[in-house]
């Protein structure tokens, strides 16, 4: 006899799949229109990291998900190698962001003509 909560738990790991593309596809757009802005020099690097690391951020949840469900590797393995892909998205955000900072700084020490 089927329990319901079998057909519970396979909505959940359907549900947990769906998102985890729904994420990356919204890393992937923003990547997309980061690049239809073209923007240049440091406000384009700072976009070009960031959206890096939002597509790293996506695939960490699918990965996660998958090793998982389909390579059945244990919990402890598992939330472990999550941390170090989350760690790595946030690294590219950190460095975009420290890139865009610096170029703000230096760009705001310049004096305009008189």
Known sequence: MNHPMNHLNEYLHL???ALDVVLIAAGFWMAATARQMQMRGAVGSTLRQVSIG????????????????VFEVG????????????????LFIANGLR?????LK????????Q
């Open 15 to 17: 549900a947990s799949y």
């Open 54 to 69: 939002a597509v790293v951020l996506g695939f960490a949840h699918l990965i996660e998900t998958v090793l998982f469900e």
């Open 75 to 90: 919990t402890e393995a598992n939330e472990l190698v999550h941390r170090v892909i989350i760690l790595i998205g946030f």
């Open 99 to 103: 890139q865009f900072a610096r170029s």
């Open 106 to 113: 230096s760009l705001l020490k310049v004096k305009a003509p």
